[in-house]
């Protein structure tokens, strides 16, 4: 077993595990519980000026864009590469969001919703990728998805503990953290056993 498959398993384990703790004490996650050490920028996540969000009437322009992008890339491992950076931006917006607006329900749920879209197609990508870890590109692309996974799981449990007292939003980022346990695990396919 490749030290990817290792890592990607460890990570899996320790995400089911932080989420199971999380929801044992769930009233113990406030805006205290989040540890201004392990605070997630958009830096971290390799996003830089977000620009529209996805609570202004333009942000269409912004999604077209990004479709325009994915369409003309023609390479599967360059288009998991730009899936995994509309994913990045995307959490990067939904935490943007719940800081501008917190108490904005509908503007957080939007938020969170465009990034589950975002981990879908991500998840998508790389269950239609054919090569694996043998290729030096699929073995980099694996290492920046195990990374980025564990950056927006603590994306999304900042946006919990943030957004506590906004109805929906916490049963919301639970569902879109299995989302992200999927994308991880059909990453880990694509890693070789050899």
Do not use: C
Not at 47 to 74: A, N, Q
Not at 125 to 149: G, H, M, V, Y
């Amino acid at each position: 077993m490749s030290m990817q498959k290792y890592f990607l398993s460890f990570l899996l384990g320790g995400l089911l595990v932080a989420g199971i703790a999380l929801a044992d004490h769930g009233e113990e996650t406030g805006v205290s519980a989040v540890d201004p050490a392990e605070t997630v920028t958009s830096a971290d996540l390799g996003v830089g000026d977000l620009g529209v969000l996805p609570t202004s009437r333009l942000y269409f322009f912004k999604e077209w864009g990004r479709g325009i992008r994915s369409f003309f890339t023609f390479n599967s491992v360059k288009k998991a590469e730009l899936e995994l950076r509309f994913a990045n931006e995307k959490v990067a917006e939904a935490k943007e969001v719940q800081e501008i607006q917190p108490n904005n329900e509908q503007a957080i749920k939007k938020a969170v919703e465009n990034y589950q879209k975002s981990q879908e197609r991500l998840r998508v990508r790389f269950e239609s990728l054919r090569e694996t870890s043998q290729n030096p590109n699929i073995d980099r692309l694996l290492d920046q998805l195990a990374e980025k996974t564990v950056r927006h799981e603590k994306v999304l449990e900042e946006i919990a503990a943030k957004a506590k007292d906004v109805a929906g939003v916490e049963e919301l980022i639970q569902k879109v953290k299995e989302r992200i346990e999927e994308s991880a695990a059909s990453g880990a396919k694509r890693d070789d056993p050899a």
